[in-house]
């Protein structure tokens, strides 16, 4: 079983920027960030393999939002820059143990708590 406990998350006006982190207790294969509007479908925003690097992104993030990671302390970092209102939502990181990682969130076995992120007009 691994854990994951994210950080990061907080109010800011549009075009600003936060940087969300979310620490595994263990390895995983792939690691994902998703987010969840109130009213809305869980959405993946991003995700990366993390013996490769490999990286995808939503359309609707791309550009403006980039995953990476810290494979010496199991940490998965999300970078957000020029957020807008429509980036509010409950962000939540999750991880694969392994075979094909993509942005469906059924694909994943391990969620974190989440951590809220609100952006201001």
Do not use: H
Request: hydrophobic share 30%; charged share 15%; aromatic share 10%.
């Amino acid at each position: 079983q691994v854990q994951l406990v994210e950080s990061g998350g907080g109010s800011v006006q549009a075009g600003g920027s936060l940087r969300l982190s979310c620490v595994a207790s263990g390895y995983t294969y792939c690691m994902g960030w998703f987010r969840q509007a109130p009213g809305k479908e869980r959405e993946g925003v991003a995700r990366v393999y993390t013996n490769s690097g490999n990286t995808v992104y939503a359309d609707s993030v791309k550009g403006r939002f980039t995953i990476s990671l810290d494979n010496a302390k199991n940490t998965v970092y999300l970078q957000m820059n020029s957020l807008k209102p429509e980036d509010t939502g409950m962000y939540s990181c999750a991880a694969v143990r392994g075979g094909y990682c993509g942005l469906q969130a059924q694909l994943y076995n391990y969620w974190g708590q989440g951590t809220q992120v609100t952006v201001s007009s």
